[in-house]
Structures are given as C-alpha cells and as structure tokens.
C-alpha cells in the first residue's frame, strides 16, 4: 500500500510539471509570434511561481530556467529594469555560484537602463562577489569587487571603500597577489577617522604587506601624512626632556654632530672644574 502511495505521488509530480511546462511553453510562443493583447512574461511568472512549489532540485532548476527566459525577453525588447528584476528573482533559491552568476548578470541589466542605475548595480555586484567567495570562487569575488570600488569613493561612501579594500586585501593575500594587497592595504591607511587601535591594525597590515612584497625605496602612490609642527606636542622621560640646557650650537645639527660635540661639551666642563 505504501508503494503505490510513493507512485501515486510521483506521477502526480510529474502531471503538475507538465502542466507548469504548458505555461512556460504558451509564454515562448507568445515570444515567438507576438501579439499586441498578449504579455509572454505573464505566462512566465505564472510558471515561475508554479516551478518554485516543485519540491527538489528539479523544481529550482525549471524556475531558474523560466526567468532567465523572461529576462532575456524583456532585455531584447529594452526592458533591462524589468530583465534585472527578474533574473534577482531566480537566485534567491539557487545554490551559490548559480546564484552568482544571476546577481552579476542583474548588474549588468541595470547598467544598461537609461540612465544607468550605478549605485543599485554596485550593490548587486557586491552581493555577487559575497556569492562568489562563498563558492570558494575568489578569483571571481575579486573580479566583482575591482568592478564596484570606482563606484565608491573615499569623500562620499568612506566605510563602505574601506570594506571592499579591506575584503581585496585578504583576498589577494589567499591568492599570493603580494602586489594588490600592498595596493589595498595602502588605501586604508586614510583612517584617521578610525580609533587608535583600528590605525595601528591597518599599519601593521600595511608594513607587513611591504615586507611580502620585498618593496625597497619609495612606494609609488603612497601619500605621508603632513605634520604640522604648530599642534605637536611630544613627551619624554628621559634625559631629552633637558634639552632646553643644550647649547645653541648644538640644536639643529645631525645626529652624529650632535654627539661629538656633546662629548667634547663634557670634556671641557670636567676640565674647567678640574682648573678651578
């Protein structure tokens, strides 16, 4: 008796699919030989909606079928808003890389609307590279986020650049790019913005991104922070906090000046002691 439930439901199944399968093929037709009363992504939708019930992989791989038929319709005809909306539509449900590939292609659909929609394309492309990476996919992760780091600047949107260099750095550190992680790690120096603690990590990164690289003399594209002497203030405890008794011919001289002529200051004191 169990068995023939197990059938029964099976071929259930199999009458649902190959009714969803009318829609799909009645909204193709519509594709194929228009009509001015009919819209073909009606009949899409309405097996996407279908397909997403089919339990399996079965059902997730028809639903993402159907969507990206509608979306490369709606693309053909210059609806690249609707084209991106659908193909977010079918990756909520597929697995990481499937799911990808549909966000970066979202992207791209957005870039193309008139006038293009950046921001949003940014976003689904950082989405992509998450996707991406979560694939193990990192190469690809990379390829996103290289794309949306223009997009942001550092003047306007500073937390979410220092995110994507921060992401870049690591990355490129898994892959062996010594090169772009001292890139990326060089851009996140501009943290003055950040606690004590958060500017000592990104030095320490930064130096030792410096070090795998084997970077000797100046950096190309490194910008030194400008001191202005007016607001310094430096504290010692030692023995230059007693550099006001220093002679004037003694400041401003070199290091190794400085200490000749500290020596043979202290020779004549001893000397002039030792007369009187």
């Given at each position: 008796m169990h068995s023939l439930c197990c059938l029964f439901a099976a071929w259930l199944q199999t009458l649902l699919v190959s009714c969803l399968h009318l829609q799909e093929m009645i909204g193709l037709c519509s594709i194929l030989a228009p009509s001015p009363s009919g819209d073909p992504v009606k009949y899409l939708n309405r097996?996407?909606?279908?397909?997403?019930?089919?339990?399996?992989?079965q059902g997730r791989m028809l639903s993402t079928r159907v969507m990206m038929d509608a979306a490369a319709y709606q693309a053909a005809v210059g609806r690249h808003f609707a084209a991106s909306m659908s193909l977010m539509r079918a990756h909520f449900d597929e697995e990481a890389a499937r799911a990808a590939l549909l966000l970066e292609a979202a992207?791209?659909?957005?870039?193309?609307?008139?006038?293009?929609?950046?921001?949003?394309?940014?976003?689904?492309?950082?989405?992509a590279g998450l996707r991406y990476h979560t694939a193990k996919q990192k190469?690809?992760?990379?390829?996103?986020?290289?794309?949306?780091?223009?997009?942001?600047?550092?003047?306007t949107w500073r937390h979410i650049?220092?995110?994507?260099?921060?992401?870049?750095?690591?990355?490129?550190?898994?892959?062996?790019d010594a090169e772009g992680c001292?890139?990326?790690?060089?851009?996140?120096?501009?943290?003055?913005h950040r606690p004590p603690a958060a500017q000592g990590q990104h030095l320490v990164r930064f130096l030792e991104a410096?070090?795998?690289?084997?970077?000797?003399?100046?950096?190309?594209?490194?910008?030194?922070?400008?001191?202005?002497?007016d607001t310094v203030l430096v504290k010692f405890a030692d023995q230059r906090c007693y550099q006001s008794y220093t002679p004037p011919a003694l400041l401003g001289s070199s290091p190794m000046?400085?200490?000749?002529?500290?020596?043979g200051a202290a020779v004549d004191g001893s000397s002039s002691s030792s007369s009187g």
């Open positions: 097996a996407f909606e279908h397909y997403s019930k089919v339990r399996g992989r992207a791209y659909a957005l870039l193309r609307c008139q006038p293009p929609s950046a921001r949003k394309a940014a976003f689904h492309l950082v989405l190469r690809l992760a990379i390829h996103c986020y290289m794309q949306v780091t223009p997009a942001y600047s550092p003047g650049s220092e995110h994507l260099h921060d992401i870049l750095g690591k990355q490129c550190v898994e892959l062996g001292l890139k990326h790690c060089m851009a996140l120096l501009d943290c003055s410096v070090k795998a690289a084997g970077v000797c003399g100046p950096i190309p594209g490194l910008h030194l922070p400008e001191v202005v002497t000046a400085f200490a000749a002529n500290a020596a």
